[in-house]
DNA sequence: TTGACCTGCAACCGATCGATTGCAGGAGGA
DNA sequence: TCCTCCTGCAATCGATCGGTTGCAGGTCAA
């Protein structure tokens, strides 16, 4: 155990920042074009281009050419898979802490007991 | 149901930065001071201490004062609490689009029994 | 074939970010 | 008291980011 713990960095990055759960928002209830969501957003074409392409690569979403447009779609599962790796490195980090300060208790304990 | 995400963006901007999970890391294993981690990280003091306060603004550190150093622990539980919101997220895209796809296939079904 | 619509590439701009250096200030030990 | 160690604030710099505009290319319908 111990080492690295290879964190996740680049799905968190694009997670990190509200035009792309906003995109994400919309794309969890059903598929869209790019127009389609320039369209519900505030932001230009374009912009939501670049954020599908980073979503895209974080594995976050899901895009199929279909005639002359791409529709897209956020993938659950990878979200889900996420969670589970931060919830285990979050627990990692409260049963050391938790054991360290036991280990300080039994310390302070025995200090008690001779002095 | 329905209606906005109200995803904690903050959180995940924190930890959306590799020197910031060098950090957590060891801070998960042990408590530290500013400077400890400053020795053991290719980074100057003052960096640490800004990416510090934006892991404790996150909420994922907490630091206390010891005489003249601060001690700073990561904070394991409020990781898992990020991690609980992102995988009910997760569940969700996961059960609409499967909805959708489950009534996608029931038209495609009456559509072969009418034609 | 022509025109409408949607995607993709490139250049550009202002703002924010990660990191550094330099200096001031406070707490403890000799 | 003096010196050392550690923290905190400010200014600065290059890189990256989110966003825009403009234009080229491909696909479908009339």
Redesign the pocket.
């Known amino acids: 155990m111990s080492g690295a713990i290879a964190a996740p960095t680049q799905q968190l990055?694009a997670l990190?920042?509200?035009?792309?759960w906003a995109i994400l928002e919309l794309l969890g209830s059903r598929a869209r074009?790019?127009?389609?969501l320039?369209a519900e957003l505030?932001?230009?074409?374009?912009?939501?281009?670049?954020?599908?392409?980073?979503l895209e690569a974080a594995g976050l979403v899901e895009?199929t050419?279909?005639?002359?447009?791409?529709?897209h779609r956020a993938i659950g599962a990878n979200l889900s898979a996420l969670a589970d790796r931060l919830d285990a490195i979050g627990r990692q980090w409260e049963s050391r802490l938790e054991r360290v300060a036991r280990m300080a208790e039994e310390r302070a304990g025995a200090e008690r007991e001779r002095g």
């Open positions: 990055a990190a920042d509200d035009t792309r074009s790019a127009s389609e320039a505030p932001v230009s074409r374009q912009a939501i281009a670049k954020h599908l392409a980073v895009s050419r279909e005639g002359r447009s791409v529709r």
